[in-house]
């Protein structure tokens, strides 16, 4: 097969000849109100910089924009300013409400679409929705104050604005000639039935370093000629951005304005704000006449006809082009033809063409969230010299414990408005759909995740900015396994160095759960969060009202799929070095401690297995010693069937010393063998099979999962029990009654900010897993086992069938359906029927358990991304 165009970039790039991801997307979307900037007393981030300061508040650890592009330690920064005439404030960054604002939590309002990437951003495009009437900024903060949690998000759809199509489709577009030549193309149009002006603003500028570090040298940006700005750093070198047509080039520094923001001299003559000040204030005053500085904008005044369109061309390079668009529409054109021709390559034949446009796009989202991350947590806490000291508060405050964490890279983010920074568990499914596409990027994000300046001393993964402290599900090996095997599909050899790599510091990790999260030293795990927010009775990130702590079947559930994931990872590395078949064996017996502890926990005690209802429940050991199961069916209590391998009769002859330990294992202690499958039989293509679940468990558990009436929804499998709708679930603690109900849309509840819900909607990662684990199931049972699918149907079927079924209902959540709408749109008839608008898809944080509507942070191609490779 030839390679593509695009692969052989990737191939130069990861061999060192090119480097063609020097420059990518990697602005946030919002760099106000996140931990980094947050230098308050109290760490109230949100309030700290807000979305009215920023436009005039230099940033100390990153910058954000509009179809945002830099270089990859972010020096040099390219957004898009856009004004209608009618705006208050120009129009640079994402609008959105903050945490306290919206009535579900922090939210996004505006239109933007992601719609095509490669992987080395050799070619992007996005699309940016702008009004042509006044932006309705205090319409949204007001009505979304005036709702409560039983409400709807008021959008900007539902403002009306864009019911007689008066607004401006904003086409961002990058093309890379070469690694250091950067082609940039506006595509405006105005969708309304009369002409309309728009002031479009491509703006260039350095990322204020020069403010922290005295021995940074301040960058420049000057006017050459007409068309053409000279931009130099002494880190970057020079650059040349070439500008087509007639525009006015206007010029500031990237300094904060103290006089607008905290009444304060300003420490130079012109600031951040000074374009915004020019277009929208008309004030000359506020850009350097000289026509120089650290940011600066080519400022077109485009009259866009009726029904109509009009372009936008730049051009950004290392070196000075005499002619810089003559070959521009070539360029472009064979950058086009070479996406499809990689996407072409990628794809399965005989999908349909919306199936593919949905693919590629959640491609696109997946590589646009990628994003240049620095924090250096000990800096942040002391404060940078020759500035003011932080409070002291912060040295006991978040993340105080993290001194040596420091982050610098390109990292892939969950959604670079809502969530502009990693998330732990997060990242481990981002890379498994990355996989399918650059490997290698997938397997250094995996990497870095496990690497000195991330991981604890201690062995615990920083969970996310807000708390590094907090606990995610332990699913990284889980990830390094696939990521092993997809790349060794796609490349045709083992990457062992990655995957040994990887295991090492996740043994530190597991030693940490086993230290930090056993508090009783019985093999049960209380986890906390790990990553479910709201999903129990009570705040799992929380002590227990009255004192007491909860035995999870999740966290148990996690750590036995963790160990069984080291374990394979074990026994594939013992194929190059007999050492790892030690490893193997120590986490095959910790595994059969973990299994045995969910089923049997110690005289007068409960385990977590409930005979009566087929399912695992959570068990509260109470302060005088006694437990108590919490019988609330979630999709926490399908979590043991994630716990499971495969592996072929080869390997396991291959491993003798692994065999005569489990044999000896399994004749001291056949009360623990007897609680999971057999590993001695073999089934199918001689398989043998580890799982915390025999047959009979696995088929008592699946009635639960496969019921309409519990979890199964016409979208994939819901986060709780439907049963909950009409029948409540109650718990009576210390004489207060705890509720939870399915909630199949937006949390009712403020735990976690309101911004977050596993009280019934469709989550994708808990979703791919399941699936994952049926594959994993039919391998060794094959076709001979048969499941009601659905419940009650009295129809049976296959674990392999089933797997594929539940695929077809999570990509039916994006996919047009027999009345050509998706249900992601939630029943919106502009999004459905529009023709610029139903084309373009949402991938968000997760979806009502009922309608399959998307839910939640709306970008969030992070995990949501996985449908890519469902």
């Not at 759809?157 to 401006?168: A, P, S």
């Amino acid at each position: 097969m030839d390679i593509t165009a695009e692969q052989s970039r990737l191939n130069d790039h990861y061999s060192g000849k090119n480097n063609w991801l020097k420059w990518g997307p990697y602005l946030s979307e919002r760099q106000w109100g996140t931990v980094r900037e947050d230098y308050s007393a109290n760490g109230d981030a949100w309030n700290y910089i807000t979305h009215d300061m920023a436009r005039s508040k230099a940033y100390r650890w990153g910058e954000e924009g509009i179809g945002g592009f830099s270089d990859d330690k972010q020096l040099l920064c390219l957004g898009l300013g856009l004004w209608n005439g009618k705006d208050a404030i120009l129009k640079e960054r994402l609008f959105g409400l903050t945490n306290s604002e919206g009535n579900h939590g922090e939210d996004v309002k505006e239109l933007y679409y992601y719609l095509d990437s490669t992987p080395t951003h050799s070619y992007q495009k996005m699309l940016y929705k702008y009004v042509q009437e006044t932006y309705p900024y205090e319409w949204l903060i007001g009505e979304n104050g005036k709702r409560g949690k039983l409400d709807p998000e008021f959008e900007l759809l539902d403002t009306g604005l864009f019911d007689q199509n008066r607004y401006f489709d904003v086409f961002i577009e990058y093309i890379k000639n070469a690694e250091d030549d950067i082609l940039i193309q506006y595509t405006v149009h105005n969708r309304g039935n009369q002409q309309a002006q728009l002031h479009l603003l491509p703006q260039l500028w350095f990322r204020n370093t020069w403010s922290w570090d005295p021995a940074s040298a301040k960058p420049n940006i000057t006017h050459q000629d007409k068309n053409t700005l000279l931009l130099q750093d002494e880190a970057l070198g020079s650059y040349y951005c070439h500008v087509d047509g007639d525009a006015e080039f206007l010029f500031t520094e990237n300094e904060t304005n103290n006089e607008r923001l905290y009444q304060s001299a300003n420490l130079t003559a012109f600031v951040k704000d000074g374009i915004h000040e020019r277009v929208v204030k008309n004030n000359p005053a506020a850009v350097n006449p000289q026509k120089e500085g650290t940011k600066a904008a080519a400022w077109f005044r485009l009259t866009v006809p009726a029904e109509g369109n009009v372009q936008v061309r730049l051009r950004l390079s290392a070196n000075h082009q005499p002619d810089p668009f003559d070959d521009f529409d070539t360029i472009v054109n064979n950058r086009i033809k070479e996406a499809n021709d990689f996407y072409a390559e990628k794809q399965k034949t005989g999908a349909s063409a919306d199936e593919n446009l949905v693919q590629r796009q959640a491609f696109a989202g997946m590589l646009w969230n990628k994003q240049y991350y620095f924090y250096d947590v000990d800096l942040w806490l002391k404060g940078d010299p020759g500035q003011p000291p932080p409070p002291k508060s912060r040295l006991s405050g978040r993340n105080h414990n993290w001194k040596h964490f420091l982050a610098e890279q390109i990292l892939s983010m969950p959604d670079k408005w809502e969530y502009p920074w990693f998330a732990a568990w997060d990242m481990a499914f981002h890379c498994l759909t990355f996989a399918k596409i650059d490997p290698d990027f997938a397997k250094r994000q995996l990497i870095l995740l496990v690497s000195a300046h991330y991981i604890h001393p201690n062995g615990q993964l920083p969970a996310y900015e807000w708390d590094f402290s907090d606990v995610n599900p332990p699913v990284h090996a889980m990830a390094a396994w696939q990521i092993y095997q997809l790349d060794k599909e796609l490349n045709k050899k083992e990457d062992v160095a990655f995957l040994e790599g990887v295991f090492q510091k996740l043994l530190l990790n597991f030693t940490w759960w086993v230290n930090q999260k056993d508090s009783e030293g019985n093999n049960i795990f209380e986890g906390g969060f790990l990553g479910l927010d709201n999903i129990g009775v009570f705040n799992r990130s929380a002590p227990i009202p009255g004192g007491g702590f909860l035995e999870q079947a999740d966290g148990s559930s996690w750590m036995a799929m963790y160990a069984l994931n080291m374990m394979q990872i074990s026994i594939e590395l013992a194929m190059y070095n007999s050492v790892y078949e030690n490893m193997a064996i120590k986490f095959s017996e910790h595994f059969l401690y973990i299994a045995g502890s969910i089923a049997y926990m110690g005289e007068n005690s409960l385990g977590l297995w409930d005979d009566q209802d087929g399912f695992y429940y959570d068990l509260f050991r109470k302060p005088d010693g006694e437990s108590d199961r919490v019988r609330l069916r979630t999709v926490v209590g399908l979590i043991p069937m994630f716990a499971v391998i495969v592996f072929d009769e080869n390997k396991w002859n291959n491993l003798p010393r692994l065999k005569k330990q489990l044999d000896d294992f399994m004749n001291q202690r056949p009360d623990l063998v007897r609680l999971v499958s057999y590993w001695k039989d073999t089934k199918g293509n001689e398989q043998h099979l580890f799982s915390l679940l025999r047959g009979h468990r696995m088929k008592l558990l699946l009635r639960r999962m496969l019921n309409p009436e519990e979890f199964l929804s016409d979208y994939g499998i819901r986060s709780i029990s439907k049963e909950y709708q009409e029948h409540p679930y109650h718990y009576l603690l210390n004489g207060r009654d705890y509720e939870v109900a399915y909630t199949p849309g937006e949390s009712d509840t403020a735990m976690f900010g309101g911004n977050s819900n596993w009280r019934g909607p469709i989550w994708m990662p808990v979703n791919y897993l399941i699936i994952q684990s049926l594959h994993s199931f039919q391998e060794y049972y094959t076709d001979d086992f048969k499941v009601e699918y659905p419940t009650n149907s009295g129809k049976y079927s296959s674990l392999a069938e089933i797997a594929q079924a539940l695929s077809y209902r999570l990509k039916s959540i994006f996919l047009k359906n027999d009345r050509d709408e998706r249900p992601v749109f939630g029943g919106n008839e502009k999004l459905n029927l529009d023709p610029n608008f139903k084309d373009y898809i949402l991938f968000h944080e997760y979806f009502h358990g009922d309608t399959g509507k998307g839910l939640g942070a709306s970008h969030q191609t992070g995990w949501t991304g996985l449908i890519a490779i469902l």
